[in-house]
């Protein structure tokens, strides 16, 4: 259930319910310089946040923890890879 910018995790009828807001996650994922999809030849793709925080990221398709990649610099890349991003 999405209402007013938050989601309801769990709903408990007596009792208070457990929320996610909205606009936690949208602080919690960067953007991307270009859109996800098949490219060809060498690419360069720039993370960026709005709301601070470091971006962490990997290049093997896991989901980056605070041990990942500290992102500083574009991402230059030349075969398939599949880069996953956060903010922490």
Known sequence: ???NGY????QRPGAQN?????SDYVRSVPSFS????LMEGAQ???????????IRYNL??????????????PISFQENTIIRAAIL
């Open 18 to 22: 457990e929320a996610i807001f909205y």
């Open 34 to 37: 270009k859109p996800g999809g």
């Open 7 to 10: 989601s309801l995790k769990r």
């Open 1 to 3: 259930m999405m209402a």
């Open 44 to 54: 360069s793709i720039e993370l960026s946040t709005d709301f601070g925080g470091d």
């Open 60 to 73: 093997d398709g896991s989901w980056p923890d605070e041990r990942s990649f500290l992102y500083s610099a």
